[in-house]
């Protein structure tokens, strides 16, 4: 059975928020003053839900840790959690929300799609909004209040084109979730733009009902040697075992917003000619990654994919920020986070420019017994 978050799977109340609770009311037992409140945004429910849920986690364990060493401002931070459902209206719904409730510090922890929705108003409210995955380039280049700890589209397109190449790939068909095609679009055109000796043989767009079985029949149809989909982790794996029931032969290229728990399990057979662009290494051995996975594993039973790094990693960013700040005035948080000249993530070290946009290099990854890892040299 795939793990649905609208059902007693992964993504359920008991899996997530009451592990998170524990550790908030544990952390906030030293915390005396009046909680300060940051928003979080992000898909708990459909089939994109491993991203917030995930996140979430992340989120949830370095908030504790942060209240437990004594808050941010000697404050304990309280986070407010909305779903999304990886839709854009649903996600200007929740900005309204938090705005309306005078929370004005806000992690956007959800699709570059949805956060489409939301973006516009938020950037004209004194708010400041920080996030580890909305990644679409549409956002990079201005002096806003929408801060991006994460890489662009472009770079991971860029970087699964160069492995395309060398893999010596020829024909490739597309295959596109139109509810994120901003993004989709940006990092096809890093891929073709990297491999331009691959030709383009057909592209499909679809949306929440798709048949993966079609879909499967048609890229076998193309004559393609590889496919790439963008596509939400759950419907990837769909696709993947699809592509494998029809004889399809070639390799399945995906995007990192595949990333997730249900890709590593229901994968199925192709699994290991999946590849994907992502920034976070499943095999990194910095020190302060495996506590993190220590913890994570304790907490969860389960090591963390890339969504939970990058959750733990945007919540402490945000503290040291605003203890840096002096201030929880979204104005003078970003002033001083942008002022940060090397954040430390859990695996490497970044820095962010004067328009709070970073510049990350990729890796492309595989699925190896069981779990996310680098894929091997090239031929």
Known sequence: ????????????????????????????????????????????????????????????????????EGGALGRPLQPVMLDDAADPGLCLEAAREL????ITIIVLHTTSGAAAGALPYLLEQDALVLTRTVSDPSWVGFDDSFLRFVGSTELFGS??????????????????????????????RGLLAAAPELSLMGER??????????????????????????????????LAQALERVGFTGQLYLSPWSQDQNLLAYAGRLA????LPSTFNPDDNNPRYLVF??????????????????????????????????????GAVKAAIVAISRFEG??????????????????????????????????
């Not at 679809?206 to 596509?231: C, I, P």
């Open 1 to 68: 059975m795939y793990r649905n978050s609208t059902v007693n799977g992964f993504a359920s109340s008991r899996t997530f928020v009451m592990p998170a609770l524990c550790i908030a009311i544990i952390a906030l037992l030293g915390c005396a003053r009046t909680p300060l409140y940051v928003g979080f945004i992000g898909p708990m429910t459909g089939p994109t839900a491993n991203i917030g849920v995930e996140g979430y986690r992340g989120f949830s364990l370095a908030i504790a840790e942060i209240n437990a």
């Open 99 to 102: 705005i309306g409730k005078g």
């Open 293 to 330: 996975k220590e913890k994570h594993r304790e907490l969860y039973a389960e090591a963390p994919v890339m969504s939970g790094v990058f959750g733990y990693e945007i919540g402490r960013f945000l503290a040291q920020g605003i203890n840096r700040a002096r201030s929880d005035r979204p």
């Open 159 to 188: 970087t699964l084109g160069g492995f395309a190449r060398a893999m010596g790939k020829q024909n490739l068909g597309i295959i596109i979730d139109q509810r994120n095609s901003s993004y989709a679009d940006s990092m096809t």
């Open 205 to 238: 767009r679809v949306g929440q009902a798709m048949a993966h079985d079609e879909l499967a029949a048609w890229a076998l149809e193309l004559g393609s040697d590889a496919v790439f989909a963008v596509l939400a982790g759950l419907d990837a794996a769909k």
């Open 346 to 379: 859990l695996q490497y070290a970044f820095s962010l420019d004067s328009n709070g946009d970073a510049a990350m290099e990729a890796l492309v990854i595989t699925i190896r017994n069981g779990a996310y890892a680098p894929a091997r040299a090239l031929p």
């Open 272 to 275: 290991s000619r999946i590849f």
